[in-house]
C-alpha cells in the first residue's frame, strides 16, 4: 500500500482539467515568440542577395520514386501538407480534451467562442468577397477566416494574470473552432478532383483503426502506422492531406485503461519487493515493467499524445512552416487589390464578425460570459483574433496563383501585424484600467 504520509499532494478530478490546459497555454506562448522569430528570420533572408537560393530550396524535389509510385515532393509541400498534419492533430485532440474533460463541457461555455468563431469566418470571408466581387483573387476567401492561437496566447502571456483566465479559454476555444472551420473549407473549397478509389481506402483504414482500438490494441507505433496509410490516401483522394490529423484526433480515445485503485494495487506490489534485485528474468522485474506501463496508461491516450506532440508542433512544426511561408519579398509593386482585401476583412471584419455574433449568442441566451469576462476584454480580444498567419499563410498556398501569392502572403503580413499592434494595445489598455480601479 501506498503510504498515506508520503510526499506529494492528492490528486484531484479538477487537476485533468486544469493541468493540461496550463501546460497547453506555457507552450502556447513560448511558441509564439519562436514563431516571430521565425518569421522574422525568413522576411531577412528573403529580402538579401541569398533571396532566390533561400526561395528555391522549399520547391526542391524530395522523396522516393519505385516504378510507377511516386512518392516525390517539394519541401514545401512535406511541411504545409504532411508535418502540418500533427499541427491539425493537436488542434483536434485540443478541441476534444475541453468539450469531454475540460471548461468546454457546458454548453453555454462552449457557445460564446463558437459563435464568435463562426462570426469571424463569415464576416471578414462576406467582406473579402465584396471587395474583390469579379476580380481576380476572390477564391481565396478562405485566407481570412482563422486565427493564429499561438501569436495571440504569446500576446496575453505579456499581460500575466492581469488578462482573465476565461479570455484566454475564450480566444484559444474561438481559435481551435476557427482553425477546424478552416481545414473543413480547404477539404471541400480547395481539393481537386475526387479519387473515390483513395476515399475508400482511407475509410477501409479509419475503420480498421476503430476496429484495433475496440479489440484492445494499444500500441502507439501500430496507430502511427495507420495514421500514415490514412494521410498517404487521402494525399491521393482530392481532399487535403491535413484532414487526415482532424478526423485521427477526433478517433482518439479520451478513457484511461488503469484506473487509481488499480494502480494503487500494482504499484504497491512493487513497493513490498523494494528490497529485491530487479536483474533477470524474475516475478519482480516483470512486475516493475507492469507497473511502468500502468503509469503511462494511467493517462488516456488522448492526453499522452498531447503532451507528446504539443511541444513539437509549437517548437518545430509551426516555426518550419513559417520560415517556409513567410519569406517575402517586400515591394510596394506587390501591393494589389488582394492584399487590401485581406487587410480589411482581418483588420476589421474579424473583429467586427467575433463582437456581432457573440453579442447575438448572449443576446438570445445561448451563451454566457465566463467569470471575468466583461465587454471590454472581449472586445480587445477580438482586435487579437485578426491575427491569421500559421493558417491565412496555409490557405493562400493552395488559393492563389503565383502571381498573386506574394501580395496575399504581403496583405497576410500587414493584417497580422496591424491586429497586433491594435489587440495589445487595446489589451493594455483594459488591464491598465482595471488596475486604476480601487479594490
Known sequence: MIDPGSPGLPHEF?????????RFLKVEAAAGGLL???????LIVANTAWSEQF????????GLQLGALDFTRSTGHWINDG???FFFFVVSLEMKREFALGELRDLRTAALPFAAALGGMIVPASIYIAILAGEAGVHGWGTVMATDTAFVIGGLALFGSRVPHSLRLFLIALAIFDDIGAILVVAIGYGNALNFVAIGLALLVLGMI????????RSLPIYFLFGAAVWLCLDSSGFHATIAGVIL???????IWVGVPRLRAILGNV?????????????????LVEAGRAISESLSPLERLEMMLHPWVGFAIVPLFALANAGVALSASDVQPVSVAIFVALVFGKPIGVLLFSWLALRSGLAALGAGLNWSFLTAGAFLTGIGFTMSFFIANLAYPPTLLAAA????????????IVGLLAVYWVTSRNLEKPS
Not at 476503430?210 to 490494441?217: D, E, F, K, P, S
Not at 484526433?249 to 478513457?255: A, D, I, K, S, V
Open 271 to 287: 513497493l513490498d519487493a523494494r528490497d529485491h534485485e530487479w536483474s533477470g528474468d524474475t516475478s519482480d522485474r516483470r512486475e
Open 409 to 420: 502572403k504581403l496583405g497576410i503580413l500587414l493584417a497580422s501585424l496591424a491586429s497586433a
Open 83 to 85: 508535418l502540418m498534419t
Open 55 to 62: 526561395l528555391a530550396f522549399w520547391h526542391m524535389d524530395v
Open 249 to 255: 484526433g477526433l478517433m482518439t480515445p479520451t478513457r
Open 14 to 22: 479538477a487537476d485533468r482539467i486544469t493541468k493540461p490546459f496550463a
Open 210 to 217: 476503430a476496429i484495433a482500438a475496440r479489440l484492445g490494441v
Open 36 to 42: 516571430l522569430v521565425a518569421t522574422i528570420a525568413a
